[in-house]
C-alpha cells in the first residue's frame, strides 16, 4: 500500500516525506549505506567538493540542550570518489541526491557536468554553507546568486535544488523569489545552518567550537522558526512553481506537520539526525502519518499549505 506521506520534490516522487539534511553523518560510503538501509525518503550526501577535503580544526560541532553550532568547514571525500559510490547506494532503491559545494563559484561547473552523466536523482546546489573564513554565502548576495543561475542552469542536465540561507527580511524573499522564479528550479532547500551565531561557555570561558573564533552555523531548536517562516514565505511566493524543503529543528512528527502546514513538499534532518541516529527517519514520518490520519488528512497534498489565517 501506498504511504500516506508519499511526496515529490521537483519532478522526483520520495516514497515519504522525512530524508537527512546534508551534513551530519552523510560522508562515508559506510555512513551512506546506515541511511540507505534506513527509512529515510532518499539518500542525501555531504556537500562535495572538487577535492577531498579534512574540514575544520576540532571541536567543530557540539550540542547544546536547543540545537547544535557547527563549523565543519566542508569535510567530504572529494566529488570523484563520490561518483565510485553512488553505483554501490543504487542497491537501497530509493532516490539519490548528490550535494554540489564549491570554494570558488568557477567550480561549479566541473561538479554539474560530472553529476549530470552520473546516477544520481537530484542535485542540491549549495549556495549557503556558511563556514569558509573570508567566503559570503552565494545565497546573501543576489546579483552572484542571479548571474550564477544563469550561467548553471543551461548547464544542468537533473532536477535540481539550491539550498539557501535563512532570510530575515520580506523585502529579500521577494527579491530572491523575483530571481528563482526566472529558472527551472525544481526545489528551494529552507534553511541551512543560521550562520555565524557564537555559543559560549562561561565556565571555562571559551566558545563551544574553535574555527573562526567560535562563530558557526547554529541548527536545531534555536531555528525552527525562522525555517518555518522561510518555508512559508517562499511557499507563497514560489509554491505554485517549484517544490520548497524543509529544514531547521525537526524533531518530531509534529514539527514536521508544521513544516507541511506552512507549505513543505518534504523535510530533512539535521541536528536530530546527529543526536538519535538514522531511526529519526521513520519515526518522524510514522508521527507525521499518526497526525494525518487523527486530522482526517489522506494525503501531504492535502495538508500541504493549509496553515490557517487567525
Ligand atoms: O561543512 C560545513 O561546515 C557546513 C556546510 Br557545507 C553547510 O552548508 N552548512 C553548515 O552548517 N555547515
Excluded at 27 to 40: H, P, W
Excluded at 171 to 188: C, D, R, S
Excluded at 237 to 242: F, I
Aim: proline share 7%; glycine share 10%; net charge neutral.
Amino acid at each position: 500500500m501506498m504511504s500516506i506521506t508519499t511526496t515529490q520534490i521537483g519532478s522526483v516522487s520520495l516514497p515519504s516525506y522525512v530524508f537527512g539534511a546534508s551534513g551530519p553523518n552523510c560522508t562515508t560510503l559506510e555512513q551512506l549505506q546506515i541511511v540507505g538501509r534506513s527509512d529515510a525518503a532518499a539518500i542525501m550526501i555531504k556537500t562535495c567538493t572538487l577535492e577531498y577535503r579534512e574540514g575544520n580544526p576540532e571541536p567543530r560541532y557540539v550540542e547544546v540542550p536547543l540545537g547544535s553550532i557547527n563549523s565543519m568547514g566542508y569535510p567530504n571525500l572529494g566529488y570523484k570518489e563520490y561518483l565510485r559510490i553512488i553505483p554501490i547506494l543504487k542497491e537501497f532503491k530509493k532516490p539519490i541526491i548528490a550535494s554540489l559545494g564549491v570554494l570558488k563559484a568557477s567550480e561549479f561547473p566541473t561538479l554539474i557536468e560530472a553529476f549530470n552523466t552520473a546516477d544520481v536523482d537530484f542535485l542540491e546546489l549549495n549556495f549557503s554553507c556558511p563556514n569558509l573564513t573570508g567566503k559570503p554565502q552565494i545565497g546573501y548576495d543576489f546579483e552572484m546568486t542571479d548571474s550564477l543561475l544563469k550561467e548553471l542552469v543551461p548547464l544542468i542536465k537533473k532536477p535540481f535544488g539550491i539550498k539557501l540561507p535563512p532570510y530575515f527580511d520580506p523585502v529579500h524573499w521577494e527579491q530572491a523569489a523575483t530571481i528563482f522564479k526566472k529558472y527551472p528550479i525544481g526545489a528551494l532547500v529552507c534553511i541551512n545552518s543560521i550562520g555565524n551565531t557564537l555559543i559560549i561557555d562561561p565556565e571555562t570561558e571559551q566558545p563551544l567550537i574553535k574555527p573562526k573564533g567560535g562563530f558557526g552555523g547554529l541548527g536545531g531548536d534555536f531555528v525552527k522558526p525562522v525555517a518555518l517562516a522561510n518555508v512559508r514565505a517562499f511557499s507563497q511566493l514560489l509554491g505554485d512553481k517549484m517544490s520548497i524543503i524543509g529544514v531547521g529543528g525537526i524533531k518530531s512528527g509534529m514539527d514536521a506537520f508544521e513544516f507541511l502546514l506552512c507549505g513543505a513538499d518534504a523535510v530533512q534532518i539535521g541536528t536530530q539526525f546527529m543526536k538519535e541516529g538514522p531511526e529519526c527517519f521513520g519515526r518522524i514520518d510514522r508521527e507525521l502519518a499518526e497526525i494525518l490520519k487523527r486530522k482526517g488528512y489522506k494525503s501531504i497534498a492535502e495538508a500541504k499549505g493549509k496553515l490557517k489565517p487567525l
